[in-house]
């Protein structure tokens, strides 16, 4: 796929700075592409989304956000639920790309993460969101052994410049306020990996497949 022309791309994530923290060096590295971002949880916590639209004009992006529950005793949330929010919240159109959690999400655990891509994929197949090609964050960390890394043999594995990790960064520290020392600052990929589909049906069988959604 041609990743140099213009592009009508979406991320779907559940909380503001997903976005930044699992795919701000991809997005920063394709300045041609219309990006629309959209998180799932946070909308009413005046805080976080003050700092997500922040964020989003670095990005040189637009977006919107939902306000799913997010508490953290992490109550499953009813999929249809979570899928028609996505529904609500991303424009009426066709995207060349979209981009989401991974099914397992991208350490060990966040319900939400998995709850999203659950119900992207799902969109995806029923083609209720229509799309080219989807991408999944591809990143481990063996059962909390280590801080999220990205998987080395993943369909897509960008390394980042300097120049744009170091602006991935300062948007976590400088936008988002974490501290140096914070799970999110030392986690920050220093490369970015993906799973990558551009058949919903193979898409749907590699959810079925990991185990935690029948």
């Known amino acids: ?84 929010t996505i529904q609500d919240l991303l424009p009426k159109k066709h995207f060349d790309l979209i981009i989401t959690h991974n099914p397992n999400g991208e350490y060990t655990r966040h319900l939400r993460h998995e709850e999203v891509s659950k119900a992207v994929i ?15 964050f591809a990143y481990e960390d063996n059962h909390r052994k280590y801080h999220p890394r990205p998987v080395q043999n993943a369909a897509i594995y960008r390394k980042l410049t300097k120049r744009i990790w170091l602006r991935k960064y300062s948007i976590l520290m400088e936008i988002y306020g974490f501290k140096k020392d914070s799970w999110e600052l030392q986690t920050t990929p220093r490369d970015e990996a993906f799973w990558q589909f551009t058949n919903s049906s193979n898409a749907k069988k590699w959810l079925n497949n990991r185990g935690i959604y029948r």
């Open 1 to 84: 796929m041609n990743e140099i022309k213009q592009k009508n791309v979406a991320v779907v994530v559940a909380h503001p700075d997903d976005e930044t923290l699992w795919a701000g060096g991809t997005i920063l590295s394709h300045p041609s592409w219309n990006c629309f971002i959209v998180s799932v949880c946070r909308g009413n916590d005046n805080e976080r989304a003050s700092k997500f639209y922040n964020a989003l004009r670095v990005l040189k992006s637009e977006g919107n956000m939902g306000d799913l529950d997010d508490g953290p005793e992490q109550i499953p949330l009813d999929g249809n639920e979570v899928e028609q």
């Open 122 to 136: 799902n969109l995806w197949n029923y083609n209720k969101i229509t799309s080219d090609e989807l991408r999944t």
